[in-house]
Nanobody, 123 residues
């Protein structure tokens, strides 16, 4: 079956950096666009970033542009989210998702989801 497994979350001070990873199995990874979402307590899933099947195109939420970078390694079936200049408002559970279509911004439209990894940014 399809599995998406996130890792790399943790506690970091404001201004710091983290790199999240999402390892995929059970699907033809290069046939799926990948997205990162986040969910803070009491809020809905929020789109963060997405990347096309080959990695040639990316899309970001305005609040993370210039601070976050999404990239992928199809040989390793892994997508990454490099996060820099972190802010307390970036605190959330971060999820990766997979869908064969581009560009999908609505979480309900993604076919597969990971279990999430927590990112906490202290001020």
């Amino acid at each position: 079956q399809v599995q998406l497994v996130e890792s790399g979350g943790g506690l970091v001070q404001a201004g710091g950096s983290l790199r999240l990873s999402c390892a995929a199995s059970g699907l033809t990874f290069s046939s799926y666009a990948m997205g990162w979402f986040r969910q803070a307590p009491g809020l809905e899933h929020e789109f963060v970033a997405a990347i096309t099947w080959s990695g040639g195109n990316t899309h970001y939420q305005d609040s993370v542009k210039g601070r976050f970078t999404i990239y992928r390694d199809n040989a390793k079936n892994t997508v990454y989210l490099q996060m820099g200049r972190l802010k307390p408002e970036d605190t959330a559970a971060y999820y990766c998702a997979a869908d064969p279509k581009w560009l999908v911004l609505e979480p309900d439209e993604y076919d597969y989801w990971g279990q999430g990894t927590q990112v906490t940014v202290s001020s």
